[in-house]
Structure formats: structure tokens, C-alpha cells
């Protein structure tokens, strides 16, 4: 590996983000290790990832965006004030010819249905925004297992909002038992919330494979969030639609998205 | 090709030999030489800070002790030898997940080194906000959505009407921006 593979393959971010394989992966640090540029930039991208993950959502769109897109809407909206002012000077103009004719209803002027807006539908990534999936720890009787309290221990930062450093205890936990549908959900939503897709949906797919009625609507749907944000569309209907057939509580939500991807 | 390490292959093969033949002060220059590196790689494999920097200890002392014993057969592999040395104590520690027994602690004068990059890290992390705080919003955007979110520049550049080339430049611009600051900043110090 060389530094303008590392720039090209956004080897960097996939580093950072888990993201790269194995082999990718020891193939960087073998580089970085004797790189100092390398692994300057990798530094600084370590610790802007951590500050960035500190700070608040940044707010939904831009401000550069909001005003490309509000003004890409101008010729449309000046396409609507000459078809409204036209129709209102036809109107006028129609009712004087008319007036003492025949009291024939109005004619429907040519143009929107009032509060009939343009289409504002929301995009992929909107859809697959997620809401961090609430969890309230569960108190035991009598001594919890090692995995238990590994798992609680991690769930401490997923309360704190610090996913990222929920992961190894967690996934720890999954590890030791693998057939909780519990820390398998979690370990999923842990990697979502850090941007980490593909590993979400792998511990996604295992919950609902492990068939545990309470963990298995929240599976489809937040696996269906992940693949909207994979741009996934037919398998992202795919996992709302069972969401849906689920009628427990996210039922509505995921109809909605189902309505709004045009199902 | 790579661009050429702070240190140089010659300085780090001196190096490997100066500790084999008892040189206490190699030992420090090989702590400032790679700790920084052994602990981003712990960090990016555990996400766990407070561990990474036990294992920094960890690494650094089995690879001293290898190389007082003149375990590294081949001078020039140094580098490697640290990577593959850490590659193997991060892997153990994620494996065990367990309150394992911690290698012999480090010698004062080196653990007093390491301490020196904990408030490295501090100092890092301070001027990051800092430099952040400079970024324009777009730009802090970029960064977020990258290094957070996960997208990738053809994602951003969709979502914020940008072109993926555009969301390249500015995010490399913005990294090396903060790089610099932290350099210029850590170096005066």
C-alpha cells in the first residue's frame, strides 16, 4: 500500500470506520507505521472522529444546501405566480363577459390545488434517519452470568449516548452468548449509530434469525433503516413490510416509510 | 511510494541494535517513536481509550524485552516487528475481554514518556475543538457526515448538492487545516 492508494480508496476513513477487511486493514498499519504522513492525517482524523462524535447532530441539511435547494425551487415557484396570475386576470375577465349571461358555476382555474404543496418527499437518507433504539436496563434476581454483566456494564455508555465505546462490551457479550436476541439487537444498534452498516445489519440478521418475539419487530425494522441507508430499497420494503405484519409498536412508523417509498 | 518517516530506516535499525547492547536512552527514543502509532491502532480496534493506553505499556515493554534479548533477527524490521507485536496484544485483549494479569509495568523513566503522550492526547484533542470551531459549518459538515455518519463523498456530495470531487478537495483541505494547526501548536509547545 502506498499513500496515494490510501487517498484514493478513502482507505483513512474506511480505517476509522471500521470498515476495511482484515488484510486491508494490517495492510495500512504496516504503512502507517513507517509513514509519518500517513499517519499524521490518520492521527488528526482519530481525534476529529472522537471530538465530532462528542459534539451535537449537525443540523439536517447545510446552510449551503438549504439555499441550493431553496433556490433551485425559484423557476418553479415563479412558474406558479404567472399560471396563479393568469388564471385570476382569465377569471376576472371571463365572470365580466359572463356576468349577465348564464350563472354558470366558475371554471377550475388552471393551476395547484390550494394547500396541495409541491411534492416534498423526503429522500433516502431522511428515511433512514434512526432514533436510537431505547433500552432500559433489566434487574436481575439472583447472580447475573458473566456475559450479563459485561453487557450491562457496556450499556452504561449506550445510555450516555457513547455507542462507540458500548461496542466491545457488547459485542463481547454476543460473543459469549451468542443466542441472545438481546445483546445480538443492541450490538446492531451500536453499529448503526456509529455509522457501521454492513456489521449492523450482520447482527440485525442474527437477531431475527434467533426468533425472540421481542427483539424480532425492532430487528426488521431497524435492519430495514440500514439498508435504506445502503440505498437498499426493495430489501428495505422487504423488512418493513414484515415490521408491519408484525402490528406491534412500530407498526405505523414503518408503514409510513413504506407509504413514502411509493409501496 | 511511501513518503519517509520521521525517523529513517538507518535511525530506526540503530536504534533496534542501541537497545540490544543496554542503551537506556534508545529505549526512550523507540517509546516516542511508535507510541503514538501503537495507541491510534488500539484505539481504532478496542474504541476504547482507557485500554488502549494499557496497551500501549503492554506493547512497548514485550517489544523492549524482545530487543534487549536481541530477538529481532533482522534490524531493519523494526516497524514491523512493533505492528506485528501490537497486532498480537490488541488481538489477545479483544479475544479475552478479561481482567487479564498485566505485563511487567513499564521502567519509571518510560512510563513517565507515556504519560508525556496522554497529555499529548489531551493537548490534541483540545486543539482539534478549536480547529474545528475555525471550520466553516459546510465544511464541519463534510467531516461529520465522513468520519461519523460513514457516507461516503458520493453520498454527501448528494445530500448537500455538491459534486464528489468538491466534497474530496474540501475534506481533505479541512483535515490537512487541522493537522497543520495541531502541528504548529504541539511543536511550539
Known amino acids: ?263 | 511510494m511511501s513518503l519517509p518517516s520521521a525517523t529513517s530506516a538507518g535511525e530506526l535499525r540503530s536504534l533496534a541494535e542501541r537497545i540490544h547492547q543496554g542503551d537506556a536512552s534508545a529505549e526512550t527514543e523507540l517509546v516516542h517513536e511508535f507510541s503514538h502509532r501503537i495507541f491510534v491502532m488500539a484505539v481504532v480496534r478496542t474504541h476504547d481509550r482507557e485500554a488502549a493506553r494499557e496497551l500501549v505499556q503492554d506493547v512497548l515493554m514485550a517489544v523492549i524485552a524482545a530487543l534487549r534479548k536481541g530477538q529481532l533477527l533482522d534490524a531493519d524490521k523494526l516497524a514491523p516487528f512493533v505492528h506485528g507485536t501490537a497486532r498480537n496484544l490488541i488481538n489477545n485483549q479483544l479475544r479475552s475481554q478479561s481482567q487479564r494479569p498485566p505485563l511487567e509495568p513499564l521502567p519509571e523513566d518510560l512510563a513517565q514518556s507515556c504519560s508525556a503522550e496522554r497529555l499529548d492526547d489531551a493537548e490534541r484533542m483540545r486543539l482539534v475543538h478549536q480547529a474545528l470551531e475555525r471550520l466553516g459549518q459546510e465544511d464541519r459538515r463534510i467531516l461529520w457526515m465522513t468520519l461519523v455518519q460513514g457516507h461516503k463523498p458520493g453520498e454527501i456530495a448528494a445530500a448537500l448538492g455538491l459534486t464528489s470531487e468538491v466534497v474530496r478537495t474540501r475534506k481533505t483541505r479541512a483535515v490537512k487545516k487541522v493537522a497543520d494547526l495541531i502541528r504548529k501548536k504541539l511543536s511550539r509547545t
Open chain 1, 1 to 263: 500500500m502506498n499513500c496515494q492508494e490510501v487517498e484514493e480508496r478513502d482507505i483513512l476513513e474506511g480505517y476509522l470506520l471500521d470498515r476495511l477487511t482484515e488484510p486491508e486493514r494490517e495492510e495500512f498499519e504496516r504503512h502507517y507505521f513507517e509513514c509519518g504522513t500517513c499517519f499524521s492525517q490518520l492521527q488528526t482524523g482519530l481525534a476529529l472522529q472522537t471530538e465530532l462524535r462528542r459534539q451535537p447532530a449537525m443540523p439536517a441539511r447545510a446552510r449551503g444546501a438549504s439555499l441550493l435547494r431553496t433556490w433551485s425551487w425559484a423557476p418553479a415557484f415563479a412558474a406558479i405566480v404567472i399560471l396563479l396570475s393568469a388564471g385570476i386576470w382569465w377569471y376576472s375577465a371571463r365572470n365580466r363577459q359572463s356576468s349577465q349571461q348564464v350563472a354558470a358555476p366558475p371554471a377550475s382555474p388552471n393551476m395547484p390545488v390550494q394547500g396541495q404543496s409541491p411534492s416534498a418527499a423526503p429522500s433516502l437518507e431522511e428515511l433512514a434517519r434512526v432514533e436510537p433504539p431505547p433500552y432500559s436496563p433489566v434487574v436481575l434476581r439472583g447472580a447475573e452470568d458473566e456475559s450479563q454483566e459485561t453487557f450491562h456494564k457496556a450499556m452504561q455508555f449506550y445510555v450516555k449516548e457513547d455507542y462507540a465505546k458500548a461496542i466491545p462490551g457488547v459485542r463481547a457479550a454476543a460473543k459469549a452468548n451468542p443466542q441472545s436476541a438481546s445483546f445480538n439487537f443492541y450490538l446492531g444498534a451500536c453499529y448503526l449509530l456509529t455509522g457501521q452498516t454492513d456489521s449492523a445489519i450482520v447482527s440485525f440478521r442474527k437477531t431475527v434469525f434467533l426468533g425472540d418475539p421481542a427483539y424480532s419487530e425492532s430487528a426488521h425494522f431497524y435492519l430495514a433503516k440500514a439498508y435504506l441507508r445502503k440505498k437498499e430499497v426493495a430489501r428495505a420494503k422487504d423488512e418493513l413490510q414484515k415490521t408491519v405484519q408484525s402490528h406491534g409498536g412500530l407498526q405505523s412508523e414503518a408503514a409510513g416509510i413504506l407509504r413514502q417509498l411509493g409501496n
